[in-house]
């Protein structure tokens, strides 16, 4: 059986924008639908993603769903304004919190797992894309290879490469996957 190349993109801060709420004092997810904002110009490089073989996915811990800040109904809205716009296969999310200690929230590979043994997965062949060191903790885990979208909130995360957006991490496919 053909075992299959993908990306596993996070989705706050690699699909749309993460959010400054003033009670958790960091970046976080949309907990509306009307703070949820796609980032420019990550059309073309899924696409072009998708052109080269790989099958995307979409890994993300969601814990204020389970801290009841996220509004019902939110998580299923964005999840369906993805599927629409772009060509992704499948998207996982966490709801758990860190004190829940589940196999799938990140820094935890569980996610990654799950999907590479449903979708018959070659780890070797296969990224992940994220803006925080728990999403590149959960890859190197793994056994992915790593790539970092640069944002001020995560200059002490190290991932195998380390770029400006979405675009940039293409590049880095397309000349890793050539080789």
Request: with cysteine; glycine share 6%; net charge positive.
């Amino acid at each position: 059986m053909n075992r299959y190349k993908a990306v596993f993109l996070d989705r706050d801060g690699v699909i749309n924008h993460v959010v400054f709420h003033k009670e958790v004092n960091k970046p976080s997810s949309p907990w509306n639908i009307e703070e949820f904002k796609l980032i420019k110009g990550i059309y073309k490089p899924l696409m072009k993603l998708k052109k080269m073989g790989f099958l995307l996915f979409i890994i993300s811990n969601q814990p204020d769903i389970n801290r009841g800040r996220i509004k019902n109904g939110t998580t299923e809205k964005i999840n369906k304004i993805i599927y629409e716009k772009f060509p992704i296969e499948d998207i996982m999310i966490c709801p758990h919190d860190d004190k829940d200690n589940c196999v799938c929230r990140k820094p935890k590979p569980g996610m990654i797992e799950i999907i590479a043994k449903k979708y018959n997965i070659n780890i070797k062949e296969s990224f992940l894309i994220g803006d925080g060191w728990k999403d590149i903790e959960a890859g190197k885990k793994a056994g992915l290879t790593t790539i970092l979208i640069d944002k001020d909130y995560n200059r002490d995360a190290k991932a195998d490469y380390r770029v400006k957006n979405l675009e940039k991490s293409f590049e880095i496919i397309k000349n890793i996957d050539s080789k």
